[in-house]
Every structure is written in C-alpha cells, then in structure tokens.
C-alpha cells in the first residue's frame, strides 16, 4: 500500500471511526523496521515521523531510508515532520515527498501563530499534504507544560487553515502522564477538529482509549521505542552478541512496544 501522499485522508478515516494513528519517531534502520514489522503484524496504519534532530543526525540518507521502506510495506504509512519551525525545512520536506508537515508555532502570541500557520498550511495543501499546528507546550525540550486554552482552540482551528490540532490536556514529553480529559473533552466540542497529543508514550492506556472517542486521530511515541532501543543494546551487550544479534534484538524490542501502542489507540485490523 505503501505511503499515502495526503495524510488528509487517513486523518478524516481516523476521525470518522474513532482510532488514532501512532506516529513514530525514527532515525535509523532498526527503529523504523520495527515500528513497520508491528503495523503489518496489526494490520494497521501508522506514521513514521522526523524530528528535527533527526534530520541533523540522516539528513537525506534518513529520508530516502524510510521512504524505501515505506514502498515496501503492505500497510498505510504515512510520513510525517515532527516539530518543524524552521519554514525552510518545512518548505524542504514537502519537497521530499512528506505526507505532513508540522509547524509548531506554540511559542508565538495567537495572532502570529494563526497567521503564518495559515500560509504554511497554503504551501503544505498546494504539495497535496497536510499540515499540523500546535497550542499550548507539552514540557521536556519544548518549555514548560502549558494547557491549551479551549477558546483559543476553537479560533485557531477556525482561522488557522491547519488540518491537525496538538493540544496539551496533560501529557509531557519523556514522562508518565493522566490528560485532563474533561479539558480535552471542551476543546473537542469547541474545534470539531482532529487532535494531536505530544508526549504519548507515557500516556495512561485508559487515557488514550477515552481521547481517541474525543477525535484525536494522531499519537507521537518517541521516548518508549527509543527507550526499546536502548534496552536492546543493553540486553545485547550482557549477553555478548555480534553486532547483528544485537541490532535484531533492538529491532525486536522496537516492534513489540509499538505494536502495544498500537493496540491501545484502537488502529489494529483497519487495513
């Protein structure tokens, strides 16, 4: 099935059917396997996202990497820039071929987020992708946690012409989390919009079932397959494997935590 070019189609399915999309960020060959190995074994869409530092570390080796993969997976995938800033960056991604694009313009005042938010969703739409704004900061690297003001919600995805909202209801990057689901519950009502939750891989299971019932149709997971990773390696090391048994028990660990993010957002056997 390989990528889907306009992520605006699965985000309307995901919406309409209540199930999110996990998207996973990866920046190397074993992570990215592993997180595609689980959605074929679930028989569910997903998303292969790039951070930024990501693009520092593979650049367009990275980029050509996944999107190699991707052609050959028998699921959707969609192919995604997590916390794009820089407009360049973003204006080079669509040209790679990314099926969405973020800007994250939550540091800026409302006016001037809504604003190049606006013209930044024009060129994503113009390239036939989507694209992801963000109120309110989910902590780790990004600041502080600051809750996304369900008022300014309902404006911005109004005025915005963004296609995806991040709101912060309670998660946080790297760490465990409850969201504030009557909070997610009113921005919900207010946007009739689909919603983004950052810093999903500490999200309470529960949580997640009830959010996705809210219409968030996109969940970020970094830090638990980044953590899988890095238990691999250590398991590697403590039983004195070749570099190739190590790097399929990485893989492995990978593919098992994704697949359980995926059963908990409800996007197993959509495909």
């Given amino acids: 099935m390989a990528q889907i070019a306009d992520a605006r189609t699965l985000y309307a399915r995901a919406y309409a059917e209540r199930f999110a999309m996990p998207a996973f960020n990866v920046c190397n060959l074993e992570m990215a396997q592993g997180c595609l190995a689980a959605a074929e074994d679930e028989r569910a869409p997903i998303m292969l996202q790039t951070y930024p530092g990501d693009l520092e570390h593979g650049g367009d080796a990275l980029i050509a990497l996944l999107k190699n993969l991707i052609e050959r997976a028998d699921v959707p995938v969609i192919l995604h820039l997590d916390h794009g800033q820089d407009p360049e960056m973003i204006s080079a991604c669509l040209r790679q071929g990314y099926s969405s694009v973020m800007f994250d313009g939550a540091d800026l005042a409302l006016e001037e987020n809504i604003s190049r938010t606006r013209e930044l ?14 109120l309110g900061l989910f902590g780790g690297d990004h600041g502080s946690v600051r809750y996304t003001d369900p008022d300014e919600a309902g404006r911005y995805a109004a005025e915005s012409g963004a296609d995806t909202l991040a709101v912060s209801v309670g998660s946080e990057h790297h760490q465990q989390s409850r969201l504030d689901l009557e909070i997610l519950r009113t921005i919900a009502d207010r946007t009739g919009h689909p919603l983004v939750l950052h810093g999903g891989s500490g999200i309470h299971p529960d949580d997640v079932r009830e959010a996705v019932e809210f219409g968030v149709v996109k969940i970020n997971i970094g ?49």
């Fill in 223 to 271: 830090h638990a397959i980044s953590g899988a990773m890095t238990e691999g390696a250590r398991e590697g090391l403590e039983r004195d494997l070749d570099h190739y048994a190590m790097l399929k028990v990485m893989r492995e660990k990978v593919r098992a935590v994704a697949a359980e993010k995926i059963r908990i957002m409800g996007s197993s056997n959509r495909v």
């Fill in 121 to 134: 969703a024009e060129m994503a739409h113009a390239s036939s992708s989507s694209l992801e704004g963000e």
